[in-house]
């Protein structure tokens, strides 16, 4: 059965509303003068669109269409104008039917498809005269069922989801999780395990289609009190078997028809809706997929190309939108497009833009087929089959997931591994050797423990970069210690019963000797390095002695040196001393009390010590713009072109504005042309057209939208002074921020006595300000603060200049090894050609390291090598060091320069970041876990039921691939990174909360209230440090369950 039919544009107009959010909620609107409307048809010809531009109807824009239904259409007239009769009967045929509607946002899309939402789910009549598309299709489909009773038997079924942030849900179920978009050669894209009801009436379709959409996302902005967030595609699948042999001439067989019926969010302005936030990220994932679907119907109707015969290809893959309705556009696709506008004069402009677009994107005609069992295999459904059919080794996969089956696997290939394991390892009872050299006991007091997992075999696994000019921290890694707050009073004898004994320390011979840098000499022993280092730290009455009493060893049984040790105190006076002290161990104050704000350098201070990666995988202007907006700053990475990294530092820049102190103006004499160029909603005029000339006049887009001839003079379509509202300089943001409120404006003018333009400020920049109050913001423009990351070579120094002038506030210099010449011209030279810019050094594990960089002028230094979990510098170079003890060095030495240090690498979560902090950091870099968050770059894809992002090292060949051209190709490094995956972390805007909210859980078990005076906690020695075995370690985490689900935040 094949048959021609055109794909059709219906347009429908929604009537003027009494009341309208689309000025700030506030606001009322009446209807206009005589009833008119901005949309009407014409008289002479019924599909022949107007579009009135002007309250006379003196103006209009033209379009075509098939059939146009006024304001006054009711709902039964839509139905049967659009024949949607022709469309059931079509779907019971075995042809895939596709009914959507679109249009800006409170068109009245909803209300046409779904109808009034009045208690559907408990009336008992079949129709009502606010039902919309939906029901009435659905009767109409269970008429025509029924009158092919004796013929065709029918089953129906019925799937109902939702696209919100191109993540599919079921709204049958909104238990579940996402749904998958799975693909396959013979199925095309389908839903895995959505919910699929079997419904035998018109009644049940329509109760649990329109009971499920109550649970749609829905929320309110300026344009749409009630604003669908999402895309809802309800499909009802046809099977079709025929009772009774067909004639010769019919193909018998099942046939499989399916009406999918789409509702999609309405498009919107950003500056119109005044979405912020969360809104705002929902409008840009709306209209980027409805950009996706207008781009696949463009491609599907372009003419084939006439040198190689071929059809352009068709970008399904861009959405989930379109990947869904794959099958239901094309060739063997009955499509009605019900286009919505609203009949408001107010939203004219909106009206004649959206209308443009199903004007060219269709092609007028397209050939139609039904589905039989001959081509089942090529347009089978694709839900149903995936759902009905299970895999051939289903079996083995129950096997699989066995308990009991499990654990003896894990029996078997332990047995497997102790077998191969050499009989030289030390049980596990066996104690670790202890080096002859052990740090003595002082106030900074610590209980050595050391794990299995520092056993002798550890040093062949990497190398590390030893020094003996710095005191040996308190821990070992990352995740064996934990930190205690304890008295500063404790004695040492108190630290003596709950340590081990520590082997004997060699006297000391020589008396110490410290360089010009304030740094212990080489040539002194550890121990009298350590003890001069301690009495710089701590106050004179807790001096340690000069002479660390020698303790026997009892394990090793290393010879005792022959000097006595002291007596130590009893343990009932250590107790007494211990217990003397004042009531710090009271937690006095709550969580939010706790403050994290601290500074990235000497001069930048965060609201939190949280800031991104510069990787292309982790930072790029979206990013940079959520990191700041919570409080922290991003760094913009540099695998990409100069100008490329300079357009990202300049779209964090133009996010948000305070008063714009240098706005784009016009003059007079200017045309529409110029306003065109300039490319932004409102432009102040000026008598000379200069930035502080005497104010004119403004012009906002809504005033040149409908003008034809672009060489009209701003002067005469300008609204004159004698009509704006300005604010009169000075004026506070409080201030201007009243004075727009009372004017209901979305444009201030600042001026000063004489009417000169001082500045300019909007309405949607001070939205941002309410929000968003921990953002980090410049105080002098209050626009967000950016970094940006340049790579150390000698083509830095154009990149530095364009990225200062395009408004970098710090600059990080990024090379694994930061101690290089280079990098220190560098340091210098931005110092002296930029002076107002911070400049972040590094990377950095030593104190000799850090030195030359604290010499060069650096204002913060980043210190990590080879720990990040995709960074492999260890293995292949044999270069690195443990980062906390890395940490714990370097931050000896920044803290007598003021320079803060950031935590560069293994900061995988809250606690991993409080540690860092607690051991003289004063900022953590994030990477992984902000790469699988919605604001990184790249798109989610599924593997084995996980959402996950691409991630890869710095130093990766994949790195490379994807970079500036300029930089050395894959073949000509050798890489020190890897390539993988990580789990979604869902937003930025809820993940950076919930860290910033563990540390201040973290901060008050401490017992400080902010980052100095942790530190202060640290360097007088209150704050102590306990290596965990790994059975602690174990004690710590989750254990002893079967199974567990993790929910980072609600």
Sequence with gaps: MEKEEKIRVVVRARPCVTDSKRSGGSTSRDKPANNQECVAASPE?????????????????????????????????????VRAKELVEAALDGFPVTIFAYGQTGAGKSFTIFGKEDGVTERRMALHEQDGLLPRTAQELMNAISARKGEVEYTLRVTCVEIYNEQVRDVFDPRKETLAVRSSKTHGFFLENATVVECVTAREIVRVVKAAATHRAKSSHLLNEQSNRSHCIVTIYIDAAP??????????????????????????????????????????????????????????????????????????????LTMLLLDSLGGNCKTLMIACVNASPQFAVESTHFLEHPNHELDPSVMLSNRSDDDVNKYDRQQHHADMQPPENAISMLQQHDPSLRRKVVQLELKTLLKRMPTSLPSKHALPPVSKRTPPQRSLQYIVQHPESSYSNQATNHLTLPRSDSPPPPYDDLFGIETIPCSQNQSIADSRRSSPRLPPTRPVQEPPQTNNC????????????????????????????????????????????????????????????????????????????????????????????????????????????AIALQGGLGFLHCNNSIEQQAEMVRAVKQYENGFIPEPKVLSPSNTVADLDELKVSGVPITEDGSVKGKLVGLVTSRDVDFIEDRSVPLSSIMVPLEQLVVGKYPISLEEANKVLKEAKKGTLPIVDASGNLVSLMTRLDLLKHRDYPNAVRDPATHKLLVGAAVTVNEQAKPRIDVLVAAGADVIALDARQGDSEIQIELVKYIKQSHPSVEVVGGNVVTMKQLKHLLDAGVDGVRVG???????????????????????????????????????????????????????????????????????????????????????????????????????????????????????????????????????????????????????????????????????????GGVHDLFTYSKQLYA
């Design 45 to 81: 010809n019924p599909g022949e669109l107007f579009v009135y531009s002007d309250a006379t109807h003196t103006r209009a824009a033209t379009f075509r269409c098939e059939t146009f239904l006024p304001s006054t259409s009711s709902q039964e007239d839509v139905f049967e104008q």
């Design 243 to 320: 009772l009774r042999p067909e004639s010769p001439d019919s193909p018998g067989g099942k046939r499989y028809g399916k009406m999918t019926i789409v509702d999609l969010a309405g498009s919107e302005r950003a500056s119109d809706s005044g979405a912020v936030g969360t809104q705002l990220r929902e409008t840009c994932h709306i209209n980027r997929s409805l950009h996706c679907l207008s781009q696949v119907i463009q491609a599907m109707n372009a003419p084939k190309c006439t040198r190689t015969g071929k059809s352009k290809f068709v970008p399904y893959r861009d959405s989930k």
């Design 518 to 625: 304030g740094i212990p000499a080489k040539t002194l022993s550890p121990e009298e390095q350590l003890q001069q280092l301690l009495q710089q730290m701590l106050p004179q009455s807790q001096s340690p002695p000069r002479r660390v009493p020698d303790m026997p060893d009892y394990r090793s049984g290393a010879p005792q040196c022959r000097s006595k040790p002291s007596k130590p105190p009893s343990y009932a006076s250590a107790a007494t001393n211990h217990l003397s002290g004042s009531t710090r161990g009271k937690i006095n104050f709550g969580v939010q009390e706790v403050d994290v704000a601290t500074k990235l350098t000497k001069k930048i201070k965060l609201s939190a010590p949280i800031v991104s990666s510069p990787m292309d995988t982790v930072t790029e202007a979206n990013m940079a713009i």
């Design 865 to 1035: 090598m080879g720990v990040g979990s995709v960074s492999t510098s260890q293995v292949v170079k044999a270069v690195g060091r443990a980062q906390l003890s890395a940490i714990y060095n370097t931050a000896l030495l920044a803290k007598d320069f003021g320079v803060p240090v950031i935590a560069d690498g293994g900061i995988g979560s809250p606690g991993a970041a409080i540690k860092a902090l607690s051991l003289g950091a004063s900022v953590v870099m994030m990477g992984s876990s902000l790469a699988g968050t919605a604001e990184a770059p790249g798109d989610y894809f599924f593997q084995d039921g996980m959402r996950l992002k691409h991630y890869y090292g710095s130093g990766s060949h994949e790195y490379y691939r994807h970079g500036d051209p300029n930089h050395a190709t894959a073949a000509s490094h050798v890489a020190v990174g890897v390539s993988g995956a990580v789990v979604d972390q869902g937003s930025v805007h809820k993940y950076l909360p919930y860290i910033q909210q563990s540390i201040r859980h973290g901060f008050q078990d401490l017992g400080v209230r902010s980052i100095p005076q942790l530190h202060t906690s640290l360097y007088s020695g209150e704050l102590r440090f306990e290596r965990r075995t790994i059975s602690a370690q174990k004690e």
